[in-house]
């Protein structure tokens, strides 16, 4: 199967810049989701396609995806950014997606 | 507005059997793949399975950890996905989501469900 991997945790402090990376093997061939999923609540897509951002996500989620590394930015980090992000990709040689174990970025 | 309400989730002994419902409102039911992801407390997401629109098939497909225990199925009459769960483990023990499958360049999920809560326990 296809292993996605995230660090379990990544600290910021607020105003500032947060990157969290997916690793995969040759990731940048694929397309990625990132999944925001803040405690007691469902998952919320905030990045398709690699870099492209639903209606109402605001412009400081972005996304980049390149050789074995997807990365998802948030720029300006506010208290309420803070939540699990988790990666996907879809497993076309499988036809079903696979999920990194996700990364709960705290805001200090 | 797209929304999706899951029902029937509680308490189950081991070997059990529960059924999910999901109804889905704001969207052309028959035409979207739909899908179960679940949730372990403290732990990521795993995808439990999907069902295909009819024009696509309506075939299903599932992961290995609960092939051959859950079902996948859906009412286009009544806009309403169930997941079928028997010879229920300890270790399905988890938050199921129900959840809209969108393609684009891959596939993903734009839209999801509050999450229903399923123990496994004697």
């Known amino acids: 199967s296809y292993v996605l991997t995230q660090p379990p945790a990544v600290s910021v402090a607020p105003g500032q810049t947060a990157t969290i990376p997916c690793g995969g093997n040759d990731i940048g061939s694929k397309s990625v989701y990132w999944y925001q999923q803040k405690p007691g609540q469902a998952p919320v897509l905030v990045v398709y396609d690699d870099s492209a951002r639903p209606s109402g996500i605001p412009e400081r989620f972005s996304g980049s995806n390149s050789g074995n590394t997807a990365t998802l930015t948030i720029t300006r980090v506010e208290a309420g950014d803070e939540a699990d992000y988790h990666c996907q990709v879809w497993d076309a040689s499988r036809d079903h997606p696979e999920f990194g174990g996700g990364t709960k970025l705290t805001v200090l | 507005e797209v929304q999706l309400v899951e029902s029937g989730g509680g308490l189950v002994k081991p070997g059990g059997s529960l059924r999910l419902s999901c109804a889905a409102s704001?969207?052309?039911?028959?035409?979207?793949?739909m899908t179960w992801v679940r949730q372990a407390t403290g732990k990521g997401l795993e995808w439990v399975g999907h069902i295909k629109s009819r024009n696509d098939g309506g075939t299903t497909d599932y992961a290995a950890p609960v092939k051959g225990r859950f079902t996948i199925s859906g009412d286009d009459s009544k806009n309403t996905l169930f997941l079928q769960m028997n010879s229920l483990k300890t270790e399905d023990t988890a938050v199921y989501y129900c959840a809209t499958v969108r393609h684009s360049y891959g596939r993903y999920f734009d839209y999801w469900g509050q999450g229903m809560l399923v123990t496994v326990s004697s």
């Open positions: 704001g969207f052309s039911f028959s035409d979207a793949w």
